[in-house]
């Protein structure tokens, strides 16, 4: 997975005032902490910051955040407070991740070979109840995503995160529960494979003697 680069300056100053003034400039306050490296409190531009953000693989992305520190460290986002009502990104928390290190992060979850699945051909649904799971892997080797192929699934087959194939080097957490992450429902009413039955005639338009 390619890096992603983040101009960011230095906060001048902390505190709920301060965060206040920074979104009103258009600034996201940010915090970078980890790899035994004291913290520090940042600023990104909200515009710039929206662009991943809301994206599916944020928390699977790996960062370059210049501006700070030494050049070229790596970063991955660990939390992000969005406003409940207007859904902008109001605080992010970047970890940074040391060469060699083993980092958890959340990664988003794909379904591929729906056209196989004999459940899903029979009109049943996929509920997905995960949209990304928790894995441990090198920062260089994130997946951009994990795959479940959904060949074979009849009703009420489901996908347990600890069943699901994951890539070399990619890992559960230790010690983590399995998640559900999806299930084929049966449909209330089956499909049928037989043709429709053919329409009704029409009565007759002739009146009765």
Do not use: W
């Amino acid at each position: 997975m390619a890096t992603v680069v983040l101009e960011a300056k230095q906060r001048e100053s902390i505190g709920t005032g301060s965060a206040r003034a920074d979104r009103r400039a258009g600034l996201v306050p940010c915090v970078v902490y980890g790899d035994n490296q004291p913290s520090e409190n940042i600023c990104i531009a909200k515009d710039l910051l929206s662009r991943y953000a809301y994206k599916s693989n944020f928390f699977s992305t790996v960062f370059e955040i210049n501006g700070i520190g030494k050049k070229g460290q790596k970063f991955v986002a660990k939390q992000a407070q969005i406003h409940p009502v207007t859904d902008q990104v109001m605080h992010v928390d970047f970890m940074r991740v040391g060469k060699g290190s083993r980092v958890t992060v959340r990664v988003p979850v794909v379904f591929t070979n729906e056209n196989a699945s004999p459940g899903l051909k029979l009109g049943g649904v996929l509920n997905v109840l995960a949209h990304e799971i928790d894995v441990v892997c090198d920062p260089e080797k994130i997946p951009e995503h994990i795959e479940i192929d959904l060949t074979g699934f009849e009703f009420h087959h489901t996908v347990h995160s600890n069943t699901v194939k994951l890539p070399e080097g990619v890992s559960l957490p230790v010690n983590a529960k399995a998640v559900t992450i999806a299930t084929v429902v049966a449909p209330t009413i089956m499909k049928s494979d037989a043709p429709a039955a053919e329409a009704t005639a029409e009565p007759s338009a002739e009146a009765g003697a």
